[in-house]
């Protein structure tokens, strides 16, 4: 998708929402993140890729404040978020979903959808009241089921369902959390066949008016999803454009030497 294209009624904007620079992480006498500048596009769907042992997940878990860096800046709407506590980041705006399904499987798909509403209105934790004054975010807990495939379905128990569902139901309560950048890290892991090609509609469905970040190893599903490609490599920036730009550099194609899926 080239730059100013419509995502559902938005278009991807130069502007940036969330950006790094110099960012940088040591651990011991072993950089594996060295002095990443990145910027990403409000409204756009921005992949992160590399080779095994590239240091995606250890970018992806300095910019979600799992870790902290040891030089360089974290820009959210540019705001200082560097050593912001990864539980605050939600009351932001920045939901991260993770490579492993995360859904309660003993509450029912409403109930693991509604308690991400709660968050939203303030009552998270107040688990002491009764339950019917929470029956006014059932409407919204369905409606965001039938989004993502899943209505008619949530009196069902969320550990009953198979593994595709559940990554459709962790999307519901992702999206129940109306975060304006959404932060996935490999959301294809462990799916079958049959089951990508679902998940991919329903990313691309909520990437409308929402700003994504996401690392995969699936190459068809970041061609088609993604406007923007950044690859990682040695904890570097090896290159960055779009698919078809980034496919045919030839430093990229040498970093995925033996992998099939390179182009």
């Not at 997940?57 to 404040?65: A, H, Q, Y």
């Not at 469905?205 to 950044?230: P, Q």
């Amino acid at each position: 998708m080239s730059p100013g294209r419509e995502r559902g009624g938005c278009q991807v904007s130069d502007e940036s929402i969330l950006e790094t620079r110099g960012l940088t992480k040591a651990f011991g006498g072993f950089t594996a993140i060295k002095d990443v500048d990145l910027k990403v596009r409000r409204h756009g769907f921005h992949a992160l890729i590399g080779p095994n042992g590239a240091g995606k997940s250890t970018f992806f878990n300095l910019i979600t404040r799992f870790l902290t860096p040891t030089e360089g800046t974290i820009l959210y709407k540019g705001q200082d978020i560097s050593r912001v506590k990864a539980a605050r980041l939600p009351d932001l705006g920045i939901l991260r979903s993770f490579q492993i399904s995360a859904v309660f499987p003993r509450l029912t798909l409403l109930e693991n959808v509604r308690l991400a509403l709660q968050h939203g209105k303030g009552v998270s934790y107040r688990f002491w009241q009764n339950e019917t004054s929470l029956n006014e975010l059932n409407d919204r807990a369905e409606s965001l089921l039938a989004d993502v495939g899943l209505g008619g379905r949530g009196a069902e128990p969320a550990g009953t369902l198979p593994y595709g569902s559940k990554r459709a139901l962790e999307l519901a309560t992702t999206l129940a959390f109306e975060p304006e950048l959404m932060l996935l890290d490999e959301p294809m892991a462990g799916l079958g066949t049959e089951d990508i090609g679902r998940i991919a509609d329903l990313l691309e469905k909520a990437s409308h008016g929402r700003t994504i970040l996401m690392v995969e190893h699936n190459m068809h599903v970041v061609a088609r999803l993604c406007d923007r490609i950044t690859v990682l490599a040695r904890g570097e920036v090896l290159a960055e454009g779009t698919y078809a730009e980034v496919s045919s550099d030839p430093r990229v194609i040498e970093s995925y030497v033996g992998r099939s899926d390179a182009a």
